[in-house]
């Protein structure tokens, strides 16, 4: 059973009654249905992260960014939250993309068997509005 077209269905049955609404699963590096500058407003919440893990890294990352790039609208945000703080996230993304890049920090909820003397980094998840000129 393919997991993607488990997961469109039961969003597509979730949300019926929003007939505006479409559901697909595809590869975010190769978005062939998606046209170009459709999206005001595109959210990664770990997907930019998980990129950096894979083998052939910075070749996913490259591809994530120039799509994120071709179907954001000009002046759209694409918008990552992520784990990595700005000097481990920053210069990928500029280097690869002509996106201009704000981003701030937000405090990440503690759990009760984190050390409270972590390092700083690791007390925050980091929002970067990446905005397409």
Excluded: W
């Excluded at 170009?36 to 595109?42: H, L, N, R, Y």
């Excluded at 759209?76 to 992520?82: D, E, R």
Aim: aromatic letters at 6%; hydrophobic letters at 35%; one cysteine or more.
């Amino acid at each position: 059973v393919d997991i993607s077209e488990v997961v469109v269905n039961q969003m597509s049955d979730k949300y019926v009654d929003y007939e505006e609404m479409e559901f697909n699963a595809m590869d975010a590096r190769s978005m062939e249905l998606i046209p170009d500058s459709c999206f005001d407003v595109i959210i990664d919440k770990g997907l930019f992260d998980s990129q950096l893990c894979a083998e052939d890294r910075m070749q996913s990352l490259n591809g994530l960014l120039a799509e994120m790039q071709r179907v954001v609208k000009p002046g759209g945000v694409y918008l990552i939250i992520s784990h990595g703080p700005p000097p481990t996230r920053i210069n990928h993304i500029t280097s690869h993309s002509d996106f201009t890049v704000e981003h701030t920090g937000v405090p990440r909820p503690m759990h009760p068997r984190m050390n409270a003397k972590e390092d700083e980094d690791k007390k925050k998840h980091y929002i970067y509005a990446c905005r397409r000129r």
